[in-house]
């Protein structure tokens, strides 16, 4: 490994999956959201408004995306400060039901703490509800750690970003 002992990993085409940031537009985002609304707990339209959200995410969030023949299939939407560059914040996780299980999620989750971390962050935080145990094993699976509870949420924290060696910093090709 040369420069670092951190992994390289260029993504093309996996199984059909295309791996890229920013690409979304804020249609794609309201339309892939109100595609997974029903996948969240609670529901994610019982907490906010779609088009609004879809609208703040283009606008301020850093986006990871999974592609499939031009349908945003995956997307984790991140705040990253750089004001502060101490902590990030996942504000979305979502996969379209038919893409589930296939490992998009974790390779958008690494490419989130490459990003963080390529960027000087050392830390990431998220919410997600007590309740979702699949999302909770697959944030644990990654290190986040329960940090607390509070009305039903769980809030969870990666940390030592800095330092991890395992931390994946991706490069899109579009």
Same mark, same amino acid.
């Given at each position: !490994?040369? @420069?670092?002992?951190? %992994?390289?990993? #260029? ?8 791996? @890229? ?19 969240? #707990? ?11 959200? %879809?609208? /703040?995410? +283009? ?10 023949? $031009?349908?945003?299939? *995956? ?6 400060? #750089?004001?502060?560059?101490?902590? =990030?914040?996942? &504000? ?7 893409? !589930? /299980?296939? *490992? #998009?999620? $974790?390779?958008?989750? /690494?490419?989130?703490? =490459?990003?963080? /971390? @390529?960027? =000087? ?8 509800? %007590?309740?979702?145990?699949? %999302?909770? @094993?697959?944030?644990?699976?990654? *290190?986040?750690? &329960?940090? $607390?509870?509070?009305?039903? +949420?769980?809030? !969870?924290?990666?940390? $030592? ?12 090709? =579009?």
């Amino acid at each position: !490994m040369t @420069q670092s002992s951190y %992994a390289w990993e #260029i993504l093309i085409n996996i199984s059909n999956i295309q791996f @890229q940031a920013q690409k979304a537009t804020e249609n794609d985002i309201f339309c892939h959201l109100r595609e997974c609304d029903s996948n969240f #707990i609670p529901p994610l339209s019982s907490r906010v408004l779609l088009k609004d959200y %879809a609208r /703040k995410i +283009f606008k301020k969030a850093v986006t990871f995306e999974a592609w499939s023949d $031009g349908v945003l299939v *995956g997307l984790i939407a991140a705040y990253f400060d #750089i004001s502060d560059n101490i902590s =990030g914040y996942i &504000t979305n996780v979502s996969i379209l039901n038919s893409y !589930m /299980k296939m *490992g #998009i999620a $974790g390779k958008l989750i /690494k490419h989130c703490m =490459g990003y963080a /971390k @390529q960027h =000087g962050f050392d830390e990431i935080r998220l919410e997600v509800n %007590a309740s979702n145990n699949l %999302a909770i @094993q697959l944030y644990r699976k990654f *290190g986040f750690m &329960t940090l $607390g509870i509070k009305d039903d +949420f769980m809030l !969870m924290s990666v940390s $030592g970003l800095k330092d991890r060696m395992n931390v994946v910093v991706s490069v899109y090709v =579009g």
